[in-house]
């Protein structure tokens, strides 16, 4: 099974920050890979698909990038709205796997 | 719009069964890609099971044997029947459309907001 990993599993950020979470794949993935906010108590929300595609609706702060192993989940400008729980998702395999989730937290 | 509407958990002695219904509304059941999610208390997600639109399914491999995934068309509702419930299955249960791109398999782009499963004896 394919392991995903997400770095930092805690980030402390103020408002207005430009904030970056990393997400590692154990091997090759292509572009198949979502990320996901979700809030306490509440069901996960679709941010980014296919690596980079913004969904619908989504503020356009969000962005992702990568291919293959390394992706990032950039926030261009932390709004409160932001402080959550991010998670990639990695839909290559059968096993579709997510990473252990990455806490966006006040400073 | 899309809601999906979780039902069908609580609190159940290891060994025992359950079954969880996800109502949809706003897209056809039938004509979708329709998955489970879990989340056991402050941990990450695991995917559960899919049901494709041709009827194909998949599971996970920790619930191979034990999940049956299902659908009724005529009342737009997925099912997931849970069978020799383990302490470690005790998780928020999530249905979540799925979206298939050629070449992989699904993301999930809309969820309903989760039915509890406590498994205790």
């Known amino acids: 099974d394919i392991q995903m990993t997400q770095s930092p599993s805690t980030l402390s950020a103020s408002i207005g920050d430009r904030v970056s979470i990393t997400c590692r794949a154990s091997q090759g993935i292509d572009t198949w890979l979502a990320w996901y906010q979700q809030k306490p108590g509440k069901a996960p929300k679709l941010l980014i698909y296919?690596?980079?595609n913004l969904q619908s609706g989504v503020p356009s702060r969000f962005s992702g990038r990568g291919s293959g192993t390394e992706f990032t989940l950039t926030i261009s400008s932390l709004q409160p709205d932001d402080y959550a729980i991010y998670y990639c998702?990695?839909?290559?395999?059968?096993?579709?796997?997510f990473g252990p989730g990455t806490k966006v937290e006040v400073k | 719009e899309v809601q999906l509407v979780e039902s069908g958990g609580g609190l159940i002695q290891p060994g025992g069964s359950l079954r969880l219904s996800c109502a949809a509304s706003?897209?056809?059941?039938?004509?979708?890609?329709m998955s489970w999610v879990r989340q056991a208390p402050g941990k990450a997600l695991e995917w559960v099971s899919v049901?494709?639109?041709?009827?194909?399914?998949y599971y996970a491999d920790s619930v191979k044997g034990r999940f049956t995934i299902s659908r009724d068309n005529a009342k737009n509702t997925l099912y997931l029947q849970i069978n020799r419930l383990r302490v470690e299955d005790t998780a928020v249960y999530y249905c979540?459309?799925?979206?298939?791109?050629?070449?992989?398999?699904?993301?999930?782009?809309?969820w309903g907001q989760g039915t509890l499963v406590t498994v205790s004896s």
């Open positions: 979540a459309r799925s979206v298939v791109s050629y070449g992989s398999n699904e993301y999930f782009d809309y």
């Open positions: 049901f494709y639109v041709g009827g194909d399914t």
């Open positions: 706003g897209l056809a059941v039938s004509s979708n890609y």
């Open positions: 296919k690596a980079s």
């Open positions: 998702h990695q839909y290559s395999t059968y096993s579709r796997t």
